[in-house]
């Protein structure tokens, strides 16, 4: 009889300290909240259907890609439309997927889903040429005037963010992630940070890592341990079915911004924040679920809200 | 081309019921569709359908209209045009059709499975409107698409968009799903002419 009470207090506390290991590692030392400054498109209007990239110059203009009307779109600061420019197609200047952007020195740069390559505009969203590269782009940072980095959409190769020239040429690749060849394992978001190191979020295994600028891995963090994303296999394909991370983003101070997955408390929503050296010092939560964050020079962070229909931007105010 | 297996069943005109099952799907068809509360039509604005305007244009009316010539019903699920080739099927489809089935002989039925996933019903209904807008305007689509918050197609899409084509005089019809193949085209053109 003692045996079997040993034996069952040794499961139950087996038990507790299995499921203690699925809590974030690290406890959250500060509290952010987010204070609305500004919504674009809204329920009532025709200014956004689907929004999917954001990006915003020095002087605070934002420019949005819109994946239901195959559209760039550029707002002042104040939130007013200036500039709309795309269309169905594979032209000059056409979309079919339009998604992530990026801009530097007075040029937009933005990637399609469905068309390989990158558009490059002016601020004025004028088509001034397309850079032409052959494999597909899943997100893409411009840090300075001659320096394009993109990160390749890797469907089961090893990960690579490639660094381009102004005219498309291949000056280097960076290498992250599982040389294992496994369907998605690879997709990643990245930023680089004012150090020039790379930040990069997997979308679809528990990993955010760090990299220095000649690629080298400097650390690699978990929120949630013991968490796989699930698989499901379609005509032969085994896919992930689950999000971990959605997005990332950093500030002027180099502080990580991770959105969560399907795995956060509040899907699309939970947005952890991690310091320079890797460690999680705060969790907040959008108003709404969102696909992305972005933030911006000045800090300001901007998500979706309405599935897309409306941007928001948020001021960020520590506590 | 890609062959793929159409779920639709073909009625022939030696079938005995062929007019009476006929006549049951689109009295269905315009029935679930007079009591849904929301339309975005072709002039590229969504408005409140009017109960009057639903009968006349869903009503008696619509079916001895439709009774006499071809038309075509589209089951549009929007979660299948991530796949672009069933989006780019469709488009190319529509756009290559004659200028009355791309108007007044079309209509289309978009599944709404957005309320699954929000609380608030109204507000979901508003965002699936707002972005069928954006998708008629941008694609020059020229039918009115009622969007289906019963639910009642919702089956019906289980194996991507689809088109119902109806041949004139209620001989015949058939279902194909997109992205229709060389031959799908060739047999939907004959049905239609």
Redesign the interface.
């Known amino acids: 009889m003692s045996k079997r009470i040993v034996i069952f207090h040794v499961l139950i506390l087996s038990f507790l300290l299995g499921a203690w290991d699925l809590f974030p590692k690290t406890e959250p030392q500060i509290k952010i909240r987010l204070s609305e400054v500004l919504s674009i498109g809204s ?1 009532e209007d ?1 200014t956004l ?2 929004w999917v990239g954001v990006v915003v110059d020095e002087e605070s203009n934002i420019y949005v890609s ?1 994946t ?4 760039i779109k550029k707002f002042d600061a104040s939130g007013k439309l200036i500039a709309i420019k795309g ?2 197609g594979q032209g000059p200047g056409e979309f ?2 339009p998604r992530s952007l990026a801009q530097s020195n007075k040029r937009v740069y933005v990637i399609d889903e ?1 068309i390989p390559g990158i558009q490059v505009f002016d601020d004025q969203l004028n088509f001034l040429n397309r850079l032409s590269i052959i494999q597909s782009i899943a997100d893409i940072e411009v840090v300075s005037p001659d320096r394009i980095y993109a990160a390749s959409l890797s469907y089961d190769k090893q990960g690579v963010i490639i660094c381009l020239d102004l005219k498309g040429g291949l000056i280097r690749e960076i290498e992250f992630g599982d040389r294992k060849k496994e369907m998605l394992k690879n997709f990643v978001n990245f930023e680089i940070g004012s150090d020039n190191c790379f930040y990069l979020v997997y979308n679809f295994d528990d990993k955010i890592e760090k990299f220095d600028p000649s690629g080298a891995l400097l650390w690699s963090t978990e929120l949630f341990k013991k968490i796989k994303s699930k698989k499901e296999k379609i005509r032969n394909i085994t896919y992930f079915t689950n999000i971990v991370y959605k997005d990332i983003a950093l500030d002027s101070s180099d502080r990580v911004y991770v959105l969560g997955g399907d795995f956060s408390d509040n899907k699309g929503k939970d947005v952890y924040v991690i310091d320079p050296d890797g460690s999680h010092i705060a969790t907040f939560t959008l108003p709404e679920s969102s696909h992305c964050i972005y933030i911006d020079h000045q800090d300001y962070l901007y998500c979706r809200a ?4 409306t941007l928001k931007k948020f001021k960020i105010i520590e506590e | 081309m890609v062959e793929h297996k159409n779920t639709g069943s073909v009625f022939k005109r030696n079938n005995s019921y062929i007019g009476l099952k006929l006549m049951f799907s689109v009295i269905f068809i315009t029935g679930v569709l007079s009591r849904s509360m929301i339309s975005v039509d072709a002039d590229f604005h969504t408005k409140p359908v009017k109960s009057s305007d639903k009968i006349e244009l869903m009503g008696r009316g619509f079916q001895e209209e439709f009774k006499k010539q071809a038309f075509l019903i589209y089951i549009i699920d929007f979660s299948d045009f991530m796949c672009m080739s069933c989006l780019n099927s469709f488009l190319e489809f529509y756009h290559m059709l004659p200028p009355p089935f791309q108007g007044e002989r079309s209509i289309g039925i978009l599944v709404d499975d957005h309320h699954y996933h929000q609380k608030n019903r109204s507000i979901s209904q508003k965002i699936v409107k707002k972005k069928l807008s954006g998708f008629i305007k941008a694609n020059r689509i020229g039918f009115p698409i009622y969007i289906d918050s019963s639910d009642s197609f919702k089956s019906l899409t289980a194996n991507g968009t689809q088109v119902m084509v109806f041949s004139g005089g209620l001989d015949s019809s058939k279902t194909y799903t997109f992205p229709l193949s060389y031959r799908d085209r060739e047999e939907i053109f004959k049905m239609l002419f």
């Open positions: 329920l025709d259907f689907q819109d239901m009307d195959y559209t269309r169905r079919l997927s469905n309405n599935e897309g229909v």
